[in-house]
């Protein structure tokens, strides 16, 4: 959609700006296009990334897949139950006796398991494949955005596409969906004293043991 603005120019208009097309931009995209919401998801890389990051998902997460008709890929294309996962304190690294042990393998109230350990390159390929059903939802990749600025009726996004031209979007709303170190956060979110808070002390990890699945 295209309105004029104050300017006298065209301004592509749309309902939500998403700002990051990796699992949680994709999906919220999909979602968004099954209720025929109009939205726009800016993702900066041209291809999905492979290097590892997220490992696992909780039934959640599965549910969700299964609401965009994906439930047949959760276990034969994206991943596994996760079994046992011992939680320790991290002090001493894998030494650390846990203090707490999970069988994530047992069902839930949802009626699936309680997490999966998943490749996340396989699984946002299959929720792009999913969004990209729906007309509402349009993902342009290689779109570096450059500026964010919202007044009382919306927010606009100054962008990079990926022929190198700036352009300009604005939504009804924008979703913050492009990570701790992404331009959200640290260009626009933190500049505004809003930060993400952490706790002082020690961490924990978790580590999975299958011999008891």
Same mark, same amino acid.
């Given at each position: ?37 109009? /939205? ?24 969700? #897949?299964?609401? *965009? ?24 690294? *894998? ?7 999970? /069988? ?34 349009? #993902? ?58 952490? *706790? ?14």
């Amino acid at each position: 959609m295209v309105e004029i603005c104050t300017t006298g120019e065209e301004m592509e208009t749309t309902d939500v700006v998403i700002c990051g097309g990796g699992p949680t931009g994709a999906l919220l995209s999909a979602y968004l296009g099954q209720m025929s919401i109009p /939205n726009v998801v800016l993702e900066k890389e041209k291809e999905i990334v492979t290097d590892p990051r997220g490992i696992a998902l909780d039934e959640d997460g599965i549910r969700l #897949l299964q609401g *965009l008709g994906l439930y047949d890929q959760v276990y034969t294309e994206i991943g596994e139950p996760m079994g046992w996962v011992h939680f320790t304190s991290g002090k001493q690294g *894998l030494t650390t006796k846990p203090f707490i042990k999970m /069988n994530l393998s047992t069902t839930g109230p949802f009626g699936h398991v309680g997490a999966i350990s998943h490749k996340q390159p396989v699984l946002e390929r299959n929720i792009r494949e999913a969004a990209s059903r729906f007309s509402s939802s349009e #993902l342009r990749l290689g779109s570096t955005v450059m500026a964010i600025e919202e007044d009382e009726t919306g927010v606009s996004v100054d962008y990079r596409g990926d022929d190198g031209r700036s352009r300009q979007i604005r939504g009804k709303f924008l979703v913050g969906a492009d990570g701790k170190t992404g331009f959200t956060r640290k260009h626009y979110l933190e500049p505004k004293g809003i930060v993400l808070e952490s *706790l002082p002390g020690y961490g924990f990890m978790g580590v999975l043991d299958k011999t008891q699945y």
